[in-house]
């Protein structure tokens, strides 16, 4: 038997600093430097927060990553393309509260440009929901986001995912089948790209108004008993913040809170 031959590794000094640029639909903002050879670099991925586009801390909890596509040996930079998103498991954690339903979607998407998605989506209601109306907010979650891709290029589809636009537009939708405390498209991951795919700059323009059709039956059709006054409730819970920072404030454990259906 032969011996197998040892891949040569690179040394330090064969090795060079590179730049990592963000994509156009990132502003081609520098995200940091890797060093490594040209053999190497190309197919690797980098990870920053959003928080380092926007300088704004609620952006802290959200990771994004770019995979190197090429690489510019006299400007010392490589090009990126955006590789997928995901937020830390301590915020995923806290959207979910005791006595509360999580509705979760994972659906493969094509954008207009032929670009494929992975997303992974949930909704969370204030109180415990009933099963027919999980599978009816988690219908809208789907329909939604396959419009949104259908209608848009890739570009402008990540940045809908990004920055909360689609998770605003279901938010408004399913919290008519049930009061949503929240609604985040929480992970995404770049599935496949198609031949010739380009990088191009988003336009500023505002994303349309998406409508879905929902049939609901008697079972998703919330009952007087559990109807929920979104408004009580938050008062309810300020309350009880006050009683228990202050012991001479007393709260009526008993106060009955009549839910409403917007």
Not at 126 to 145: P, T
Not at 229 to 251: I, M
């Amino acid at each position: 038997m032969t011996p197998k031959a040892r891949k040569k590794k690179d040394s330090f000094k064969e090795k060079n600093w590179y730049q990592v640029i963000s994509p156009k639909s990132f502003k081609n903002i520098p995200i940091g430097e890797i060093i490594g050879s040209d053999n190497n670099i190309i197919g690797r991925v980098i990870e920053t927060s959003l928080y380092d586009f926007t300088e704004s801390y609620k952006d802290i909890n959200l990771k994004l990553k770019f995979k190197v596509v090429s690489i510019n040996e006299e400007a010392s930079t490589c090009q990126t393309i955006f590789f997928g998103h995901s937020y830390s498991n301590d915020y995923v954690r806290g959207l979910v509260g005791r006595g509360t339903s999580k509705v979760q979607t994972i659906t493969n998407l094509t954008t207009q440009d032929k670009y494929v998605y992975r997303v992974t989506t949930i909704c969370t209601t204030i109180k415990r929901a009933r099963s027919s109306q999980e599978i009816l907010i988690r219908k809208i979650m789907s329909e939604i986001l396959k419009k949104f891709a259908k209608s848009n290029n890739h570009e402008k589809f990540v940045k809908g995912i990004i920055y909360g636009e689609f998770q605003h537009q279901i938010q408004r939708i399913a919290k008519t089948i049930y009061p949503l405390s929240s609604s985040t498209v929480i992970k995404s991951k770049l599935i496949s790209i198609p031949e010739g795919g380009e990088d191009r700059e988003v336009p500023d323009d505002q994303f349309e108004i998406v409508d879905v059709e929902v049939k609901r039956s008697r079972k998703s059709e919330m009952r007087r008993t559990e109807r929920i006054n979104v408004k009580k409730l938050a008062q309810k819970s300020t309350k009880k913040v006050v009683a228990e920072e202050n012991k001479d404030v007393s709260v009526g454990d008993d106060e009955e809170i009549t839910l409403e259906e917007e």
